[in-house]
């Protein structure tokens, strides 16, 4: 069960979990998802898929702003339940104005999927938002001393979010970064050199950043050198919770191929970008520190 697992890079299936609310923007449920089942840990073992979806919703049928009808697995209540059986929370854009306006799902799945991590921090989680399901994040305080972005023409809104939770729970503001195509919180391996890492962030980007962000990954598997410190991870921010955000729907891709190369590797992730011919833009990385 993946409730027992200390860390969701094992060879066996990583279990995320989708939280859609009505009027959902499609994309951001389709993309990562196709990169999540797409995945294998062996490439040429079928039966050896890396990830295991689940789709919670407040009624059995959810209604994209697309117009286009998902049907759920599980309600919220249900994913209340079982939250200690998922690695990963997707949460995603769409119909956010009217889940803030009356405080409903998945705000509370958020909050707790949050509070597990702090209670439990031996297991390895991620909090990840497509588009404008940062702003989702953003109300429940999760991005508070965080480098966070979202959609690019949400980003007014999602500043004013962040710093109402920062005045009302008296917290650290949010770094909300404009040009990154996602923003990776807490990682957990080490990076590398900096001459000899290929997704370090360098000055020639160009455009706005933490001074100390930097691009893409090295995966667990790719890393030599990765400690495990529980003590540590519980001295982070959330427990050490992975919190990713990502800009527009399509950058939900690029956040999706990250997770695989973070917990899978490298190869399994430039697989997964030729299989589903995308070109992989890698978003930032910021205080990349092996715990």
Known sequence: MAAHKTSA???EPIEVLFALQEK?????????????????????????????????????????????IIGSQITFKEAHERLEDFDILVVVGGGVREVLKLEQEPLGLINNFAELQKKDPAH?????????????LARENILSGLSATTHPDSLTSFENECSDAATRNLTERTDVVEDARYVVNNLRFDLGEEDENPYIRRKSDGGRRPSNARKGSMSFKGSNSRRESIARRAAMRLGG??????GGVASGIDA?????????????AAEVARITQWTWNKGVVVDG???
Do not use: M
């Open 9 to 11: 890079v094992a060879d």
């Open 24 to 68: 959902f923007d499609l994309l951001d449920l389709a993309g990562p998802l196709q990169i999540f089942t797409t995945a294998l840990h062996d490439a040429k073992d079928p039966n050896s898929r890396a990830f295991e979806v689940t789709i919670a919703g407040a009624e059995p049928k959810i209604l994209s702003d697309q117009g286009v």
């Open 124 to 136: 390895e989680r991620t909090l990840f938002s497509v588009c404008t399901g940062a702003l989702l």
């Open 241 to 246: 919770l992975r919190v990713i955000t990502s």
């Open 256 to 268: 999706a191929l990250y997770l695989v190369s973070a917990l899978v590797d490298e190869e399994c």
């Open 289 to 291: 520190l092996d715990v």
